[in-house]
Each structure stands twice: as structure tokens, then as C-alpha cells.
């Protein structure tokens, strides 16, 4: 038996074989943990949950200022046009609302939530 070198040109060498094989390793690993996180229900809810959240927060923001920027305008346009009795009423609900403004955005946000969730439970 001889060692011809041209028998081994295709055959790997020790360390190579161990790089390769770490390198397999690494990408199994990978594959797990991916596979892991698909499979782990219940942090995808987790973060589904808080990714609604976020919207619903910026939905609420969003519809607070459009209702903000409304009233302002309606305001205008009441004291421009509407009889001075009307005005009192008006006046006095702003009153009302300002005093009670906390509450009045958690309902206003809590509406927008759940829109927000039964719009996305008619998408499944």
C-alpha cells in the first residue's frame, strides 16, 4: 500500500472535520431555537398582546387629538352662530369634561382597544 497523495485530494483533514462539525452544530442550534420560538404559544401572545397595546396606545393618541383639534372647531363655529343660552350649556360640559378629562380618555381608549380587537378577530 502506498500513499499516493492524489488518493486523498477530496478527503477533509481533522480539523476541518471539526470545523464542519461545529459549524453544523451551530446551525442545528439555530434551527432549534427558531423552531422553539414558533412553538411557544404563549410568548407569541405575549407579544401580540403588547404590540396591540402599543397601537391601541397610538390609536388613543391619534383619536384624542382628531377629537381635540373637533371641538376646538365646533367651538368656533357654536360661538360664532348658536344664542347665548346654548353657549352656557356648552361652556358648562366643557367644564364638565375638562374636570373629568382622565376618565374620559380611558373610555375613549378603552372603545378604541376594543375595536381594535374585535376588528382583528373578523380577520381570522
Request: charged content about 35%; glycine content about 4%; overall charge positive.
Amino acid at each position: 500500500m502506498t500513499d499516493d497523495p492524489r488518493t486523498h485530494i477530496g478527503t477533509p483533514t481533522p480539523e476541518e472535520l471539526r470545523e464542519q462539525i461545529q459549524h453544523t452544530r451551530d446551525d442545528l442550534g439555530q434551527t432549534v431555537e427558531a423552531l422553539a420560538a414558533k412553538a411557544d404559544v404563549k410568548a407569541q401572545a405575549k407579544e401580540k398582546a403588547a404590540a396591540m397595546k402599543e397601537q391601541a396606545a397610538e390609536k388613543a393618541a391619534v383619536v384624542s387629538e382628531q377629537i381635540r383639534a373637533k371641538a376646538e372647531q365646533a367651538a368656533r363655529l357654536a360661538k360664532e352662530k348658536a344664542p347665548e343660552p346654548l353657549l352656557d350649556t356648552g361652556r358648562q360640559a366643557a367644564r364638565v369634561a375638562r374636570a373629568n378629562r382622565t376618565p374620559m380618555l380611558a373610555a375613549g381608549a378603552a372603545v378604541v382597544v376594543l375595536l381594535l380587537l374585535r376588528r382583528s378577530r373578523r380577520r381570522r
